[in-house]
Structure formats: structure tokens, C-alpha cells
């Protein structure tokens, strides 16, 4: 089964993530509500597709207000410009690492966090919106899960909606088969292209490739 990621986030500071493997609903519900009370958290978003939405369940059952299940398959709140949430989101991680704009989004120095954000890819789909390729042909070319950056994407979702107050982000396992890919050439739906890449330097966080432009 896949890892599962609590992402703890501070204004704009994503602080050291919590990995955690083989945890059931309970025990991982407990791990949230610790984490939540730690920060004191408004909002915690969980990822309720598959495993996930036991967890919620638990946190909902023992009256953990700051927890909300987030289902990333659903519609975006901007449906003319993304293709679904999962989209809209993982975009707005990509906006907040933009090194152009006020406060960059601060990153822990984790590695497999960097390979994950590295890898995923978006396009242009037929409607002129973006879309960001599935989890399962990340898998696919990564040869496991982005379970590390997908906690992320939703602990800066957090901080969104609650801002300035410290929220966090759950990214539970899941066991999915890995599909096959399809490549985009054979879809016809507009080039792939890299959300983003950093490494780790001397400096901190720094940028190493950014290749958003049409290729």
C-alpha cells in the first residue's frame, strides 16, 4: 500500500512531513487529531477518496471540527480553467513555489518530496483548461506514489482557507493499481509539460527547472 503523509503548514512554511506506513483508519485518525492540537489548526483537509474517508469518518465521530474530507475528482471551483479540482489545486501549489511572486512557499528539505514535484506533468485539454495528469500515471513513471506532494498540495489548500491561522494536510495510503499510461501524443490534447523542479543548494530552496512555457 501506498505511504501515508501528514504536512503540517505555517503561514507560508511547510514544516517537516510525517510519513507513516501501515496504519489503519484509527490509528491514523489519532495521528491527525494529534497533529491538529499541535498547531492548534482551523482547517485540516484530508484526502477522503479510498482509505481516507475512514479516517475522516473517525475524526467526524470524535468531534475533530478542523478536519474536512477532500475529494479531488470532484469539479473545480473554476471549471473554465481547470479541468477538476485536483487540477485547480496542484496549480495552486505551483503558483505559491513561483519564485516571482510575493513570499514564495518555503519547503523542508526532503528529497523524494523534491523527485515528486519534479515529475508530475500538466497539459491543455480540449476546452482550453488544465489538467493535471492522474495519480496513477505518476505512478506509472515514478514508480510510486506522490504521496509526500499531494499532502503538500493540500496543506497549502489548507492555508488558503485559512489563513493566517497553522493548518495541515493528510494524504492517506492508498492500495490502487497502477493503470496503464497513455501518452499524450496519442491523445491529442495539447504537450506535456513539467509542473515544476527544485533542489536542494547551499541557499535553501532553488529553482531548477521551470518549463511552463509551450514546448
Not at 496504519?23 to 498547531?39: Q, R
Not at 498540495?153 to 495541515?168: E, N, Q, R, W
Not at 495510503?173 to 515544476?196: A, F, M, V
Request: proline residues 5%; positive net charge; hydrophobic residues 35%.
Amino acid at each position: 500500500g501506498d505511504n501515508s503523509v501528514l504536512a503540517p503548514i505555517r503561514g507560508r512554511q511547510v514544516g517537516a512531513l510525517e510519513v507513516h506506513h501501515g496504519k489503519d483508519n484509527v490509528e491514523l485518525a489519532g495521528l491527525v487529531k494529534l497533529s491538529a492540537g499541535k498547531l492548534n489548526a482551523r482547517k485540516t483537509f484530508v484526502d477522503e477518496i479510498g482509505t481516507g474517508s475512514g479516517v475522516v469518518d473517525v475524526c467526524r465521530h470524535d468531534r475533530v471540527r478542523s478536519v474536512q474530507g477532500i475529494n479531488w475528482a470532484v469539479k473545480s471551483t473554476k471549471p473554465r480553467k481547470f479541468a477538476d479540482l485536483r487540477s485547480e489545486l496542484w496549480w495552486g501549489l505551483r503558483e505559491s513555489l513561483d519564485p516571482k511572486g510575493d513570499i514564495p512557499l518555503g519547503l523542508p528539505r526532503d528529497m523524494e518530496l523534491m523527485a515528486e514535484l519534479s515529475v508530475v506533468r500538466y497539459e491543455i485539454d480540449r476546452q482550453g483548461r488544465i489538467r493535471i495528469e492522474s495519480k496513477d500515471e505518476v505512478k506509472k513513471r515514478l514508480k510510486r506514489s506522490p504521496d509526500r506532494a499531494d499532502a503538500v498540495v493540500l496543506a497549502v489548500h489548507a492555508a488558503a482557507a485559512s489563513s493566517p491561522v497553522p493548518s495541515g494536510a493528510v494524504q492517506p495510503g492508498r492500495d490502487r493499481p497502477c493503470g496503464p499510461r497513455s501518452d499524450s501524443s496519442d491523445r491529442q490534447i495539447g504537450r506535456s509539460r513539467t509542473i515544476g523542479g527544485y533542489r536542494i543548494g547551499g541557499g535553501g530552496m532553488r529553482r531548477l527547472r521551470d518549463r511552463f512555457g509551450a514546448r
